[in-house]
Structures are given as structure tokens and as C-alpha cells.
């Protein structure tokens, strides 16, 4: 076995750390600092109480400006625009004692005023430099109205589409997922945090909340340690390593201890493990929900989110409220409340807060540069890339722009579910829904007639808890059978139906776990009505998760999956139903059968009784009576208007070793009738290990554009380092022995070889 590095080796970010030099003047300045403050002092830097306009669970702060005078605010968050932050960070730099500037965060998700589609969809362009332009975007506008500080990227890897907030991350992959993470920090800090358009990241929730029990969001989590550091933690730590400045807590337990008094995790693993240097907060009250969790009263769970490594209190106000006491008792240490503050001063250093309080409340760049026409025309090229297409028999996509088009459905006219779950800063007004940009892309050629068809969902009760945050869903007062067939008789007018179906916005996102992720009865009864007419039928599938549609893939001809595409959504929708822009999305989470089949995920462990290959059911086999294994759409999926085709997958070699380089090829061939873009993915299996190895792992993906008939040799570099993984001993080593190597258009459809490491 050759151990090649261990677990606890540093691996230093590198892009947002400070030269030497300006490391020491920053100690220099917060020494300084800090020999001022008095403890109370100290306590109001922790402190991250929400300005109130926004809120996700109890607040508890009151009368804020009053206590930033006193010095017991470290920064604000949810409050926007370069004017009222302004106006705040003026109290605390004229008013405090100290003068110590706030830091100002938002959930700057998915783009600011300009939005940028769901991070799943984002996720489903596999294109690097794209989200890194979007987080680029977003960083520019948000910086622009006063906000320093975005919460995000979200990182969780998640199996389990019950869990709404599926939507906000980047899928179940933890190659992707990791290298999705690093191009987000990248795009919101840029090369210098100092700069008034880049803005400090927030990588979230540390740790494992996407495997949460039965996808009910804030449940328990339990997972072994291999698992955790193999599957869960590669996309934090790939955050960490580009540099991420801030790190928040996630809600759930591990190990039986809340993430956000967790020592191990925090410490141990966090700082000490991955050099992780920058500022912990913690998530929406977290620290006052450890009083649930059974950990004791704010006093007790305030004392131990501090010990084990969080600095910053979102909203519970135990910190400010209680550490006095607790240090007075000897139950936290002075220099754990140092320790803390200074981590929360160093982020406002980094930031060039210090220098300049005002530097991100520029009202002129407000003015000029959020929502500009650049960054709408860049957020519908974006979107168009995510888009994917699931099915698409008898080439009923692209549309042709003529005749006329019945446009369908619950989602078709619906401006303000187009930005998806957290789009805080977005004007849903200004969202071009999908009639409007299929009316202005087709002009005079062709005619759309529109008719809505049913409600989002048919019980009322569930239709108020899913029109929340500005979103409503438009409720319809007439019956089921006259919205239906009103609708049939507009198809029947028509060529060409879309069907503009799924969930609404906030069917996904926090706190919108579902047990049934079919799309909702009355959109299907809609779908078999329309389908009736023989009309051909598309569905443009609105969704922020994986969704169980394994009726409509068996009986619609095509599906167009465009999750929830931000502004521009109904503009690139339109490029895509017309072919102007050719769909080129994979998949980045399974899409199961059924419910049953859940957590159903690509790279999972064989078992001692694999079903055999293309077999439904085999008795005593791991299998079900009911439903084969196989997902409805796998991970890495989704078509094309053009075909390509795979040839010739040749190694450099039959060997690897430790030093040595290995290249993979493949010949692509763009065979139909369009250009256009495929993600070429590269996966391998380890055959033979100390421990059990998943059936594939992702290791590689380009995203090559080929025009019609154009054929190209598409090359992937391996090393050993590819081959590594955390073994019993939560080592990081690669094992010599045998391995396979899969190149193809998904995670299913692949050439394979094999070789050998040395
Ligand atoms: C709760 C959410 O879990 C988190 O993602 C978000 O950043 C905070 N609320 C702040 O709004």
C-alpha cells in the first residue's frame, strides 16, 4: 500500500491568505485593536443579529441601532441597498465607542437583482467558468448595494430529493460538487477581497445536512466516517482549499452533537485538519436550537458552540447574552472569547472595512451596475445551459416557429416562481415568464395561444404554504374541469403543445420537504387531457429537485427539465424549445422511479449480492419485487437535439504508478444534424481495496462543443492522486491493484477499459 498522505497533513487555502507581511500588519492593527476592547466589547463583535426584513426562524433581536451604539453588534444581515447600509454602518462608525465597522451578509444565492438559475440547475451545465462568471455577477451586484458577505456557496451533497433544499445545492456528486464549490468562492472573492466588488463567501452548512433522515429538513443525521470523509466532505474541504473566507454551522447533529458544538468537526477536523483559517458562524439560531436538540439552556449551549470553534452567533444572542456569565464561572476561557472576536475583526481586515466602512455604499455603482442589460443577456445565456433534456422522441424539439403553439400550464405565465427558492434581492416583476419570451422570440411567425390549465396544486391548504416569500401561485378560483377544458380547446387550435408543468418555486427549497415528488395529481390529469387531443405534447418541467416522473416519460414525447431558470427564464427557455440554442445539461442528480427507490445514487457500493447486470429481479438478490434498480433518469443524463458518438477509448498505457502520468482518449463525433455541446464524463472503479469501493466514481468532464459531423479527440490526464481515498484509518492513499476506467455521455452509457496502479 503506499501511504501517500495523511489525513491530518495541512493543505493550506491559499488565494485569500494574506502575504506575510500584510498577516503581520493585520495582527499589528487587531492587537491594537483588541488591547481596547472590553469584554462586552469582545461579546458585540459576535454578534450576528438579522436586520429583520428577511427572516428563516424565530428572531429574537430587538432595537438593533440602539445596541450597534453600544458596541454589541458585529455585523447585520439581511438588509440591503448601499443607502441603508450606509446609514447603519454610520451609527457604528460614528456612534460606537470603538468605531469598529460592521460586516454585512446576505443569502446572495443564485445571482443578486440579476438572477442566475437554482444552484441544481447551475450545477447541470457542468460549465466551471459559467457559474464562476454568475458568482462573478453576483459579487458585483450585491457589492454594489452595500452587502460584503454572501452566504453562500451551499455545498451539501444530497441523495435524497425529498429534502427541498436539494435545490440550493449542487447535486449528489462529490468530484462535481467540489469542483462547483471552489469556481463559486473564486467567482465571489476574486483574486483580492479588498477590492469593492468582490465579496467574502460562506461555504454552508458544515456538515452532511443534505443526509438528513427520510429528507425531512433539520432532521438527524448518522453516518460512518468513511462515508462522511469519501462522499460528504470533499466539497467543503475543495471551498476551503480555494480560499473560502467564512464557514457556516449547519443545523443538524453529528455523532449525536449538533454541527455547531461539535469539537471534532469544527477543530479538530476544520481548522486543524484543513488549515481552515477564516470565521465560523453559525446557522439561523442555531446556537438557541441546541436547547431542543437537548443540550442543555442557552447558557450551557452558548458556552459549547463557543469551546468547540464557532465565532459568530446568527441571531440567537447567546453569545452577547450569556459568555460573560460563563466566563465569570470558568465554563469558556478568555482567550476562546479572544479567539472569536479576532477571527470576526480579520474578516473585516481582509475585507478593507477598516480602511474604508463605506468602500461596498457606492450609490452610483447601485445605480449603474445591478441588473444591468449585460448581466440579464449573460443570466439567459447561462440558463439556456442548464436546461436538460430528458426526452425527445420523434424530434419533436426544437419547435418550429410557425403554425401556432398552445402554451400550457400552471408555470406558463407565472412571473414570480421563475428565479426559484432564495432570490431574496431579485425583482420578480422584471422575471420574463415563459409566454412572454416564447411571444417575443417567435414575433409574427408563429401564434401562442396560452391557457393555464389547472392550479399548481389543488388543495388550497398546500397551495398557501407554497405561495410564500413574494411567490404566489396565482390561484385560480374556477374548477378543475373548466380550466382543463378550456385548455383542450385551445390545443386543439393548435400544432404543438408545451406544457409548462412541476413545482412552483417554493415547493423546494427550506423547509419544503415532500413525501410524494410526483408532479402534483391535478397537472397530470391536465397532461392526459391534453395528451387525449393527439396533439403533440412537450413538457417544460419546472422543478427544484429530482422529481418521480415515470408516467410522463412513458407517455409524453418530450421533456424539457429547466428547474427554475432565474430572470431571464422565459427568454432562454424560448432559445432552447426553438433550437437557437442547442441543450446540452446533464444531470447532476439521479431521478428515481419511485419513492421507494430512495436514496438512489450513481456511485454506490456493489453489496455482496449485486443484482447481475440488465436483470430486473433475482431472488435473494439486493433488489426490489417491485421496481427494477434502475433510476427513471441517471446521473450525468441528458440529450441533445444533435447525437454523439464514442469511439476508440484508448489508454496511454496499461500501467499507472505513483509518479507516472496516465492519459485516457476518446474519439467524439458530433453525428446529427446540430451543433452543439456534450459533456464528456470520465469515471473510474477501484476493483480491489482495503475497504468496499462504489461501483463508479466521476474523475474528470469536459464540456467540448462540436460542430455538425465534426469528430474530436477528447484526452483526460490521470495520476495516482485520482485514485486516492480515505481508507479505514481515514488515510488518503491509493491501493495498487486493478481498476476500470468508463468514458461516455452519462453515468450508465460508457465505453470501459481497464489498468493497473502500480
Ligand atoms: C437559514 C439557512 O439554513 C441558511 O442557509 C441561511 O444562510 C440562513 N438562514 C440565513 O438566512
New binding site residues.
Given amino acids: 500500500m503506499i501511504l501517500l498522505a495523511l489525513f491530518t497533513s495541512l493543505l493550506m487555502s491559499c488565494s485569500q491568505k494574506n502575504a506575510p507581511n500584510e498577516d503581520h500588519q493585520m495582527k499589528v492593527f487587531i492587537d491594537d485593536l483588541m488591547g481596547k476592547m472590553t469584554l462586552e466589547e469582545k461579546l458585540g463583535q459576535l454578534n450576528l443579529p438579522s436586520s429583520g426584513d428577511?427572516t428563516?426562524?424565530e428572531t429574537s433581536s430587538s432595537d438593533i441601532a440602539q445596541k450597534i451604539k453600544e458596541g454589541q453588534v458585529g455585523g447585520l444581515?439581511?438588509i440591503k441597498t448601499a443607502e441603508k447600509i450606509r446609514a447603519v454602518q454610520k451609527v457604528a462608525v460614528e456612534q460606537s465607542r470603538l468605531k469598529i465597522p460592521l460586516i454585512f451578509g446576505m443569502?446572495v444565492i443564485h445571482g443578486y437583482q440579476t438572477a442566475f438559475p437554482i444552484p441544481l440547475g447551475m450545477s447541470c451545465s457542468w460549465d466551471m467558468g459559467l457559474i464562476e462568471k454568475s458568482a462573478r455577477i453576483a459579487a458585483q451586484e450585491a457589492s454594489a448595494d452595500g452587502i460584503c458577505w454572501t452566504?453562500s456557496p451551499?455545498v451539501d451533497i444530497s441523495r435524497d430529493p425529498r429534502w427541498g433544499r436539494m435545490s440550493e445545492g449542487s447535486g449528489e456528486d462529490p468530484y462535481l460538487g467540489s469542483q462547483i464549490a471552489q469556481a463559486m468562492v473564486k467567482g465571489y472573492q476574486g483574486d483580492d477581497l479588498r477590492k469593492n466588488n468582490t465579496i467574502l463567501s460562506c461555504v454552508?452548512?458544515f456538515a452532511l445536512y443534505g443526509a438528513i433522515e427520510a429528507g425531512r429538513d433539520y432532521n438527524t443525521v448518522d453516518m460512518g466516517r468513511i462515508r462522511m470523509y469519501n462522499e460528504y466532505f470533499p466539497p467543503y474541504k475543495a471551498a476551503v482549499d480555494a480560499g473560502a473566507g467564512s464557514v457556516?454551522t449547519s443545523?443538524n447533529e453529528i455523532d449525536g452533537i449538533p454541527a455547531t458544538a461539535n469539537r471534532w468537526l469544527l477543530t479538530d477536523i476544520l481548522r486543524k485538519a484543513w488549515g481552515f483559517s477564516g470565521l465560523v458562524v453559525t446557522?439561523?439560531t442555531a446556537i438557541l436550537e441546541m436547547t431542543d436538540h437537548g443540550l442543555g439552556n442557552l447558557k450551557e449551549v452558548s458556552a459549547l458552540a463557543l469551546a468547540a470553534g464557532t465565532d459568530m452567533d446568527?441571531v440567537a444572542d447567546g453569545f452577547l447574552t450569556t459568555l460573560k456569565e460563563s466566563l465569570d464561572e470558568g465554563k469558556v476561557t478568555q482567550q476562546e472569547i479572544d479567539q472569536a472576536c479576532r477571527r470576526i475583526l480579520e474578516a473585516k481586515y481582509k475585507l478593507g472595512l477598516f480602511e474604508d466602512p463605506y468602500r461596498y455604499c457606492d450609490e452610483n455603482r447601485a445605480k449603474t451596475e445591478i441588473f444591468t442589460p449585460e448581466n440579464r443577456q449573460v443570466a439567459r445565456g447561462i440558463a439556456a445551459q442548464t436546461f436538460v433534456l430528458l426526452k425527445n422522441d420523434n424530434q419533436t424539439l426544437p419547435l418550429q416557429e410557425k403554425g401556432t403553439i398552445a402554451l400550457i400550464g400552471p408555470l406558463a405565465d407565472n412571473k414570480e416562481n421563475m428565479t426559484g427558492t432564495w432570490s431574496v434581492a431579485a425583482d420578480f416583476s422584471k422575471s420574463v415568464s415563459l409566454l412572454e419570451g416564447l411571444r417575443n422570440a417567435v414575433g409574427t411567425q408563429a401564434q401562442v395561444l396560452y391557457a393555464k390549465g389547472t392550479n399548481v396544486v389543488s388543495n388550497p391548504k398546500l397551495d398557501a404554504r407554497i405561495s410564500i416569500f413574494g411567490k404566489p401561485t396565482q390561484w385560480d378560483k374556477r374548477s378543475q374541469q373548466e380550466m382543463i377544458a378550456e385548455a383542450v380547446a385551445v390545443a386543439r387550435k393548435s400544432d404543438v403543445v408545451v406544457a409548462a408543468v412541476g413545482e412552483s418555486a417554493e415547493m423546494s427549497g427550506?423547509s419544503s420537504s415532500r413525501s410524494d415528488i410526483n408532479i402534483p395529481e391535478n397537472q397530470k390529469e391536465l397532461l392526459e387531457a391534453l395528451l387525449a387531443t393527439g396533439k403533440p405534447v412537450v413538457i417544460v418541467l419546472f422543478t427544484g429537485r429530482p422529481l418521480t416522473i415515470s408516467w410522463e416519460k412513458a407517455n409524453v414525447p418530450a421533456i424539457l427539465n429547466v428547474w427554475f431558470a432565474g430572470t431571464e427564464a422565459g427568454n432562454a427557455i424560448a432559445d432552447v424549445l426553438l433550437g437557437k440554442v442547442n441543450p446540452s445539461g446533464k444531470l447532476s442528480a439521479t431521478f428515481p422511479q419511485n419513492i421507494g427507490q430512495i436514496p438512489l445514487y450513481y456511485n454506490h457500493k456493489n453489496t455482496g449480492r449485486p443484482l447481475a447486470e440488465g436483470k430486473w429481479f433475482q431472488k435473494f438478490r439486493s433488489n426490489y419485487l417491485d421496481v427494477s434498480n434502475d433510476p427513471l433518469f441517471p446521473f450525468g443524463f441528458g440529450l441533445s437535439y444533435t447525437t454523439f458518438d464514442y469511439k476508440n477509448l484508448k489508454l496511454s498505457g496499461l500501467s499507472l504508478t505513483a509518479d507516472s502520468k496516465f492519459t485516457v482518449s476518446v474519439e467524439l463525433t458530433n453525428s446529427g444534424n446540430y451543433d452543439g455541446a456534450e459533456v464528456v464524463q470520465l469515471y473510474l472503479r477501484d476493483l480491489v481495496g482495503s475497504v468496499t469501493r462504489p461501483v463508479k466514481e466521476l474523475k474528470g468532464f469536459q464540456k467540448i462543443f462540436l460542430k455538425k459531423g465534426e469528430t474530436r479527440i477528447v484526452e483526460f490526464t490521470l495520476t495516482e492522486k485520482d485514485l486516492r481515498f480515505y481508507n479505514e484509518n481515514l488515510q488518503l492513499v491509493s491501493e495498487p491493484g486493478d481498476f476500470k476506467v468508463f468514458v461516455g455521455t452519462s453515468s450508465d452509457n460508457t465505453l470501459e477499459a481497464g489498468f493497473v496502479l502500480k
Fill in positions: 428577511i428563516t426562524g444581515f439581511n443569502d452566504f451551499m454552508k452548512h457556516m443545523f446557522d439561523y446568527m427550506e
